[in-house]
Structures are given as structure tokens and as C-alpha cells.
């Protein structure tokens, strides 16, 4: 079971926390949540929480574990009440106090809104109007950090991946495993950037299913049942990774398997396995740090693309929301609104440098894709593209993986 991370920056040691496991749960509140999970059957309704996806459900039977370890590490839990009696306000607000010291702001927030519903899920007879005005509280006390310093425009992404690709081909002295791992992760790095799919239908790959070769192209395919916004989710991908995808396929993919893996899976650890898709999102965020110097996660890849289509295509509003498979495009407009003030930004500047060298042909830009003006366009958080520079360097720490 994975631990809760500790707040960034915090002078104190995150106390050892888990989630409590559901078979550990007091008998009451693990025979409610059973019940509250039951999916219906033909004409027989399923229980309070059987419309929610797998996911979800799984979201919140993790933040009741973890309300319930904290209770279990202050020898406050009793296995014998009844259901959601655990939820009171003298065992709550030491939570939240502790919560306080080990997670951001918006986590705290989002453990007691969560722990709200599956209380109201469990136990739908009690009290919790004093958890929702604590949970309203904790809304007004959120301070989202800004996540504009991880912003690299799309193709830059995309390059940098195709970059270590070619490096990991053309270095000498590595082993065949060490420059299989450095393809494969170059190619997540690319493709995630190209098609800003969800974690965890990019964990899900797999061949001739979700990821399949038609005509010459290969494309992404994705059932209504697959996606998070329950509509089919298909996207051709660009030729020249296309061709990257062939390789690995063929020459990367089988030593990754040791030539006896028999799964589907697209992606594959050095055991032949298909990798978990919490270590993908791990393997991203490193790949992104070398090959860019900035820990890009996987959902900061879809924030990348929003911004790309915005800058690139200001004038097509609904791309954004068409790129990231969103319902309604107001999910996008941050992005769009901030791609506005960098545009002014880009303008102004523009303005200043045809100012001092009378033409913006004598502005050196080093842009490495487009060859546009200014080199911090393509950063919007303000960082260099000379971060590229650090693709020489990044093989050896390649190497560990």
C-alpha cells in the first residue's frame, strides 16, 4: 500500500501513514462499504456507490484508510462501533490538524471532502453538516501552488523525447537492456506529449487493441467504457512516431521481454511484465527532469498541449477541450487565458528587441523546433530552452533505470 508523500518543504518528518486496509476496517464500516459497492443486477438497484466508477471507489476507500490509520496510530479506533461512527468531530479535528502539518493545502481539503462522502455513503442516517462547514473552511484556506513553472509548450517535449531516442541509439558502450529502457522511455515521453491521454489509459496500452496499426497509421482507440468521460477516445499518431513505435516494437520491446513475455502490454519493464501504471507515472516524471530539467508529471503533459493549441491556435477555442477529451471547454479557458498574457508578453518583447536591433531578423532565438522569436516563448513559466542542452548529460542517470 502506497504512502501519503509529505508536504513539500516541511521542516518535519511525515509520520509513517498508510492506508488502512479494508479487511482491517471495524467490521461495521467494512460491511457497510461492501453493501454501498454492490453493483446492481438486472432489475436489482446496486448499492449507494455502485454508479461510481472502479476508480472512484477505490479514491475513497483509500482516504477512509487513511482517517482510519490515524485513528489506529492515536489508539483511537473502535473496531466494534457502528457504521461511520468513527466520523466525529473530537477524532476529525486532530486529523485535520495533522493533515495540516504533512500535505498541501488542497489535499487537506480533498481528504475531508472525501471522507464526507463515503460517510454519507456508509452511514446515510448520520449527522455531517459540522464536517461540511470544516470541509467549507478548508476550501476557503486552499492555496493551489502554481504549476506555470512546469509548463514546456508541446513540441519541445516532443523533441527532447525524439532526442533521447537518438541518443540512446547512437551512444556506445551501453547494454542492450540499458538502451531499450532509454528507448522506451523517450517514446512515453513523445507519445504522452503527441496524444495527452489520462495515466491511467496510458498504462493501459496494449497492443492490437488500444494501440493498433491501420492502413500504414498507427492509432489510439479507446472504448466509451475505457474513459473517464465515458466517450470513445481514438487519435491517429504522427508518422515520424510511428516509426518510432515500429522500433521499439521490433527491436526494444522483445529485449525488455527477455524474449518470452506473452502480455499485450505496450509498455514493459526490464522483467518482462507490464509496467504498474503508478511506476509510468514515475518513469515520466524522471524522464522529463533529465532530458528537460523540469519533473513534468503525466497531467502536466495534457496542461502542455492545452497551452500549445492556445498559443499556436488562439483562434480555435474548442481545441483545447477537443485535444484533452474534455465535455465542456470551460475546463481549458485557464489554460487559453494564460496563454493571452503570454502572447502580450511575446508582443511586447518583440517590440523592445525590433527596438534595439531595428529588425527582428537580427534576434538570435536558438527556438530548436519552429524558429520563432524569443526564447522563453516556448517556456511559459518562464525557463530557458537551453534546459535541452542537458540531453548530453542525461545518459548516464539514464542508465539507472
Known amino acids: 500500500m502506497r504512502t501519503e ?3 513539500t518543504g516541511s521542516a ?3 509520520p509513517s501513514v498508510r492506508a488502512l486496509p479494508v479487511a482491517l476496517w471495524p467490521s461495521a464500516d467494512k460491511a457497510a462499504w461492501k453493501a454501498a459497492c454492490r453493483p446492481g443486477v438486472r432489475l436489482k438497484r446496486g448499492g449507494a456507490a455502485s454508479h461510481m466508477r472502479p476508480v472512484t471507489q477505490e479514491i475513497l476507500t483509500k482516504r477512509y484508510g487513511y482517517f482510519l490509520d490515524f485513528l489506529a496510530r492515536s489508539k483511537q479506533l473502535d473496531l466494534g462501533g457502528d457504521a461511520g461512527a468513527q466520523v466525529t468531530w473530537d477524532n476529525v479535528d486532530p486529523y485535520v490538524e495533522e493533515l495540516k502539518q504533512r500535505v498541501s493545502s488542497v489535499t487537506v481539503y480533498g481528504s475531508i471532502q ?3 462522502r463515503i460517510t454519507q455513503l456508509i452511514a446515510p442516517d448520520r449527522d455531517v453538516v459540522w464536517l461540511m462547514e470544516i470541509e467549507r473552511d478548508l476550501f476557503s484556506e486552499m492555496r493551489p501552488k502554481s504549476k506555470w513553472d ?3 509548450l508541446t513540441e519541445i517535449i516532443i523533441e527532447a523525447g525524439l532526442t533521447l531516442i537518438v541518443d540512446a541509439e547512437t551512444a556506445k558502450k551501453l547494454t542492450k537492456l540499458t538502451r531499450a529502457r532509454m528507448v522506451r522511455n523517450g517514446l512515453m515521453q513523445t507519445l504522452l506529449a503527441a496524444c495527452p491521454m489520462r495515466r491511467k489509459n496510458f498504462a493501459a496500452l496494449e497492443i492490437g487493441r488500444s494501440i493498433v496499426k491501420l492502413d500504414g497509421t498507427w492509432w489510439i482507440l479507446f472504448t466509451a467504457a475505457e474513459t473517464k468521460e465515458k466517450r470513445a477516445d481514438e487519435r491517429p499518431i504522427e508518422d515520424y512516431i510511428g516509426k518510432a513505435i515500429d522500433k521499439y516494437l521490433q527491436t526494444y520491446r522483445p529485449i525488455l521481454g527477455r524474449g518470452k ?5 505496450f509498455w514493459l519493464a526490464e522483467t518482462g511484465e507490464a509496467i504498474a501504471e503508478s511506476y509510468i507515472g514515475e518513469l515520466i516524471t524522471e524522464t522529463a527532469c533529465l532530458t528537460l530539467g523540469i519533473p513534468i508529471n503525466p497531467h502536466m503533459f495534457r496542461t502542455a498541449a ?4 492556445a498559443i499556436h491556435a488562439g483562434d480555435m477555442p474548442h481545441l483545447g477541450s477537443a485535444i484533452l477529451h474534455h465535455t465542456h471547454p470551460s475546463v481549458t479557458l485557464e489554460n487559453y487565458n494564460r496563454a493571452s498574457s503570454i502572447g502580450a508578453g511575446r508582443a511586447l518583447s518583440l517590440m523592445k528587441l525590433m527596438a534595439i536591433f531595428g529588425s527582428p531578423n537580427g534576434v538570435h532565438t536558438g527556438a530548436p523546433c519552429t524558429g520563432r522569436f524569443l526564447p522563453n516563448c516556448f517556456f511559459p513559466g518562464g525557463l530557458r530552452q537551453d534546459a535541452l542542452s542537458g ?8 542508465v539507472r533505470r
Open 5 to 7: 508523500r509529505p508536504k
Open 12 to 14: 518535519e518528518s511525515a
Open 114 to 116: 472525501k471522507l464526507r
Open 150 to 152: 512546469l509548463v514546456v
Open 261 to 265: 513475455s506473452a502480455t499485450n502490454a
Open 306 to 309: 492545452a497551452t500549445t493549441s
Open 391 to 398: 540531453l548530453r548529460g542525461c545518459r548516464s542517470a539514464m
